[in-house]
């Protein structure tokens, strides 16, 4: 009996050890099934041996390869909905459950959301069966067993007979929404083997083997492609509103979830999403805010998770910022004998560690090694087993917290200095000439009053230092003795060293009246410089030469405005070329030139010499290479291409106050550890690895995300769930030396829908994107993008197949956690680094691919979605938030007026018919180039809606105003991700079709 395999398989290099999601070009692959992602081997489903093999036949010829750049916005008339049927049950009505039915809708697909929600199962989970209904006729509703009701709607359907909100929740709504039949948007021969799907040989067993018992010819578009049964007169569009939308799951989660406490007691538990207001309450699990999972349920077995394709994955950031109203972490010090551990896997004491033997043992959670309790640690048990000091003790109640770490956890087991922050200006002529330098001098001497400092301390313990250079690099002594700052030059950039020790590195509020002098100096300095040329990974090496010799770990802020010409190491030529745009070399435009900056990524590690770069281009500047320290080094990249101090100033200043002021850990290094069955094997974001386990960042600060990938080495147990442990060590602004903890516990399962409805799309779609982006280092954006599809399909066949209630192959159904899911990977396919499109700027794809790497949960989510928000009918009293409507051109108004950000870019739209008064009420001014301070509460309303979403976002954003129809509104309209892409790409739409067709393709 042959199988119909899932072919993932382009020609790869060989694999990366233990890294699983994507296969780079080193060393030997991982020995862990892969499941299904980047260079995995062809996988086959097997049917499961209780359904009889499903007939199975070869599929048309009209089958097609993903190509979003083929017919887009329009499903052809017989491929649209006919019609659409909310299903709802109320306890209060017996019989038949309502049906809403509207027209003027789809041919031949029927949508169903099976929201497989529950109340948060208690720590002993007990495994929920699926429940059957029999599969739904074409026009009658299908009958739900009585006593079962829905209060997980779905959003897509919020009608009129929704049950009351007091009702007992049930173990299992469904709320299902039929659609019929999208068809073909993407015609096209099928697929030639890799990336496609194998057909399987006639008469085999259908890989999902499963409810269908072959094709039906007489039903609505039965094969992808093959005629459908429907032909007659065209339908109408389809209505958009029947689509799942992602601001309605929003929505819907602030109202149920919103303002609300979140308790951390409870094993796999699914918490609010990251765009819903919440507090967090420790009481043993980490906050979401530092940990999110792709799926709070993990498969008990390998084999499981390589038969639903869903990656396991953590989102850590360690360093997240807490609200105001939520407790900071408490710091454990155990004197000199340093932290608790596990003699055998080395983790540190946790709420999971069991004390035995009236407290005179404990046993580790994560390898069950029985540990003594040392002399000062023992305390008796109570009644229940538990110490006395429980809640006394953060380690053993909470879920984070910190130990300060003795001299065995510091570098030559000496304690570290505080850090040091070094400014090194370009003074080359582009930007003297544009008046940055001027500005980054004005700006330093009142942002130096606010660099970050511990809690509790008057002033910051970190170090300041200056650099100057164009192609040579002018040193400053700034001590606090002086009456007049020194420079010193050093023009040989081939041997880079520091000239002074005494004096370069300073306490800013002792040297304040030098440094004064120096700001004020430097313009003038440099004022008649024609020099145009500049190094740049020579200041790099200037800066970690300086940390070394201070024994200090810190960060460089280098303001550059060009690409480094100038003879010197790390000399960059111009590589840029679009015609490999499209070809397989296309990757070679986001691969960093080796050599010089691959040395220097790993000295600035060894020392914790973190980099942060600004960018003034006017030009291609390489951003592959010049970022590529930063992005190993945590660092950030901010990019301000053409650069004029009157539109880009304020938003540069922002981004620098930002960047200089943020919470921040230095030289640290972090390893995450599991209870036995699973464990880490690949990791994404701003970090460097020296080996397979240890994550290295010469500093990691509020933003910073590190994804986390898990797979199985043994099978996990439902009793005793799944344990990680993350512990960051590094050395504070201080400069003491702390550790860092983070616990959380997973439930597993060996039932998918259980999996199915813990997942988390948002943290779903930061993997899919992170992995993504690393695989084009490696291969074609085709194979990637097809595999993102492919992977798409394969997620929603297996839940058809293995968790869905029976129902009509037209359907598309889609689970309740993941039903936005296709939105967001539609729009991750559109994002600059995977369109391949010669219109896009290098530069930007490369610096777009670099930030996302470094990412969180929130930033991928509005990235990927950005906020459109009507601002012509807003309630200028009211304290609510405004509402954000769906992206697409089709919530716009002639008349209307609409701010969209993405938290990297925002938008005021206005409409060609928007009212003069509304007009006249926010700019006051014919010309409309910026946002003025008008005393009207319509201009307070508006302009407190933008400074709190700056406020908000990690990244400064610069307002661009359009208008409807002129030149400049094409760049709005890349950001409506529910319509087709500018560059190519499909609408959300009709990538539902293109998904669609795929799944069944699994099936049949």
Not at 767 to 782: C, E, G, H, M, V
């Amino acid at each position: 009996m042959s199988q119909q395999g899932y072919v993932a398989a382009p020609p790869y290099s060989q694999a990366q050890p233990g890294m699983g999601a994507y296969q780079g070009g080193f060393g030997s692959g991982p020995t862990q099934p892969l499941y299904g992602h980047y260079g995995g081997p062809p996988q086959a489903f097997s049917a499961p041996p209780a359904v009889a093999p499903a007939a199975s036949m070869p599929l048309p010829a009209g089958s097609s390869q993903y190509n979003p750049n083929v017919q887009q916005n329009d499903c052809t008339d017989s491929d649209r909905l006919i019609f659409l049927e909310v299903q709802t049950t109320n306890m209060a009505s017996p019989g038949p459950p309502p049906t809403q039915q509207l027209t003027n809708q789809m041919s031949s697909m029927n949508l169903g959301i099976q929201g497989l929600q529950s109340p948060p199962p208690p720590a002993s989970s007990v495994v929920q069966q699926p429940f059957q209904t029999p599969p739904p006729s074409t026009m009658a509703p299908p009958q739900m067993p009585p006593g079962l009701q829905s209060p997980h709607m779905s959003p897509l359907m919020s009608p009129p007979q929704s049950p009351p909100e007091s009702m007992p929740m049930a173990s299992q709504s469904m709320a299902g929404t039929s659609m019929a039949g999208m068809g073909r948007p993407f015609p096209g021969p099928p697929p030639p083997g890799p990336g496609g799907f194998q057909q399987p040989g006639l008469g085999s067993a259908g890989q999902f083997g499963g409810y269908m018992a072959g094709p039906q010819q007489n039903m609505p578009g039965a094969f992808p492609g093959a005629q459908s049964a429907m032909a007659g007169p065209p339908q109408k569009k389809l209505d958009p509103d029947s689509i799942p939308s992602i601001t309605h799951v929003i929505e819907d989660d602030q109202v149920k979830q919103g303002g609300q406490v979140f308790t951390t007691n409870i094993r796999g538990q699914v918490p609010p999403l990251v765009t819903t207001d919440f507090t967090v309450t420790d009481q043993g699990n980490a906050s979401p805010r530092f940990i999110r999972c792709t799926t709070y349920s993990l498969p008990c077995t390998a084999d499981l998770a390589k038969q639903c394709q869903v990656p396991l994955a953590a989102i850590i950031k360690p360093f997240a910022s807490l609200p105001k109203n939520e407790t900071p972490l408490y710091v454990v010090n155990h004197g000199d004998t340093g932290p608790v551990r596990c003699n055998r896997c080395k983790a540190y004491m946790c709420p999971y560690m069991q004390f035995i033997d009236g407290g005179r043992r404990y046993q580790c959670g994560f390898c069950n090694c029985v540990n003594e309790v040392p002399v000062f640690y023992f305390q008796h048990l109570d009644h229940m087993g538990r110490r006395v000091d429980f809640y006394e003790r953060p380690e053993l109640s909470l879920g984070s917290y910190e130990f300060v770490a003795t001299l065995d956890y510091c570098k030559n087991n000496k304690p570290p200095n505080p850090p040091a922050y070094i400014f090194m200006i370009d003074v080359s002529y582009n930007n003297i000439k544009s008046g940055l330098v001027k500005l980054i001098c004005d700006e330093l001497k009142t942002l130096l009053e606010k660099l970050p400092r511990e809690e509790g301390m008057e002033t910051s313990a970190i170090k300041v230092g200056f650099v100057t250079y164009n192609k040579v690099l002018h040193f400053y002594n700034v001590k606090s003795a002086l009456a007049q700052p020194q420079m010193m030059v050093v023009s040989d950039t081939a041997e880079m060293f520091v000239p002074l020790l005494d004096g370069f590195l300073v306490n800013y509020q002792d040297s304040r009246a030098v440094i004064y002098n120096l700001l004020d100096q430097i313009p003038d300095m440099f004022a008649d410089t024609a020099e145009s040329e500049t190094v740049f990974a020579p200041v790099i090496q200037a800066g970690v030469e300086a940390f070394k010799a201070a024994e200090c770990s810190g960060k460089l802020f280098i303001f550059q405005s060009s690409m480094p010409t100038a003879e010197a190491p790390g000399k960059l030529k111009n590589r840029d070329d679009k015609k490999l745009v499209n070809t397989d070399k296309e990757k070679t435009l986001f691969q960093p030139q080796k050599g010089v900056y691959e040395q220097l990524s790993k000295d600035c590690v060894a020392s914790g010499c973190c980099v942060d770069l600004f960018l003034f281009p006017s030009q291609y500047t390489d951003i592959a290479t010049m970022a590529d320290v930063p992005s190993h080094t945590g660092g950030s990249v901010y990019k301000y291409s053409n650069f004029q101090i009157e539109t880009d100033g304020e938003h540069f200043l922002r981004d620098l106050r930002k960047d200089v002021q943020k919470s921040i850990g230095f030289d640290a290094i972090m390893r995450v550890r599991t209870s036995t069955g699973f464990r880490a094997t690949d990791f994404f974001g701003g970090i460097y690895m020296n080996n397979t386990t240890d994550v290295e960042m010469a500093a990691v600060d509020c933003d910073n995300g590190v994804t986390v990938e898990f797979k199985h080495d043994d099978t996990l147990s439902e009793e005793t769930g799944a344990l990680m442990q993350c512990a960051l060590l590094y050395t504070t602004i201080g400069g003491q030396r702390r550790l860092r903890i983070h616990n959380l516990s997973l439930n597993c399962s060996s039932q998918l829908s259980e999996l199915y409805k813990s997942c988390e799309t948002d943290s779903l779609i930061n993997f899919f994107a992170k992995s993504a982006y690393r695989a084009i280092l490696n291969q074609p954006l085709k194979n990637v993008r097809e595999i993102l599809v492919n992977q798409t399909a394969h997620m929603l066949a297996c839940y058809r197949k293995n968790c869905a209630s029976p129902s009509a192959a037209s359907q598309l159904i889609l689970p309740d956690a993941m039903k936005v899911f296709p939105v967001y990977m539609n729009s991750l396919m559109k994002t600059a680094p995977l369109v391949g499109s010669t219109e896009l700027s290098t530069d930007d794809r490369a610096h777009q691919r670099l930030s996302v790497m470094a990412m969180g949960v929130e930033d991928t989510q509005l990235l990927l979605y950005p906020r459109l928000i009507p601002l012509h009918n807003i309630d200028v009293n009211s304290e609510k938030p405004a509402t954000p409507v769906r992206c697409s051109e089709e919530r716009l108004t002639d008349s209307g007026i609409f701010l969209l950000e993405n938290g990297q870019s925002m938008f005021l739209w206005l409409g060609q018919a928007s009212s003069p008064d509304l007009i006249q009420s926010l700019f006051n001014l014919p010309s409309l180039c910026a946002l003025p301070e008008l005393d009207n509460p319509l201009s307070r309303k508006v302009r407190s809606i933008i400074s709190g979403l700056l406020e908000k976002r990690s990244n400064s954003m610069k307002l661009q105003i359009v208008r409807q129809k002129d030149k400049p509104e094409m760049l709005f309209r890349q950001f409506l991700v529910e319509d087709k892409g500018l560059h190519g790409g499909a609408s959300y739409m009709d990538f539902l079709c293109y998904v669609h067709r795929e799944i069944r393709q699994l099936l049949t």
